[in-house]
């Protein structure tokens, strides 16, 4: 869960989030849990919002039955492929979520 204050802290990156998810053509469900799954685990260092929010659209797409690569969502945010590889099951397991059996 995140504080509200978390919203106006990282409103930069949120519209970070809405520009790569209009790339992807991502529905609003999907944006929103996105920027919740964000807000939820933004990182202190801002070296590593940029991955964590590749991250959290990845996990979002993926749960709300929206896939995208993470070569897709990569290249929208910014970062490689490899960044959303290595933080993608993590960030599903600390919201409490599992990730797909294929």
């Known amino acids: 869960m995140y504080r509200a204050s978390d919203e106006v802290e990282n ?3 949120l519209a970070t989030l809405d520009e790569a998810a209009e790339r992807l053509d991502l529905s609003t469900a999907a944006r929103s849990r996105a920027a919740d799954l964000f ?3 933004v990182p202190e260092s801002e070296r ?3 991955p964590v929010l590749a991250a959290a659209i990845y996990v979002a797409t ?3 039955g929206e ?3 993470q070569s897709d969502v990569a290249d ?3 970062v490689s492929r490899l960044s959303v590889q290595k ?3 993590d960030l599903m397991a600390e919201a409490g979520l599992e990730p797909p059996s294929w």
Do not use: F, N, P
Request: no cysteine; aromatic share 10%.
């Open 11 to 13: 409103e930069d990156w």
């Open 39 to 41: 807000l939820s685990t």
């Open 48 to 50: 590593s919002k940029q």
């Open 62 to 64: 993926l749960t709300a």
């Open 67 to 69: 896939s995208r690569s």
């Open 76 to 78: 929208a945010v910014g």
């Open 87 to 89: 933080r993608w099951k």
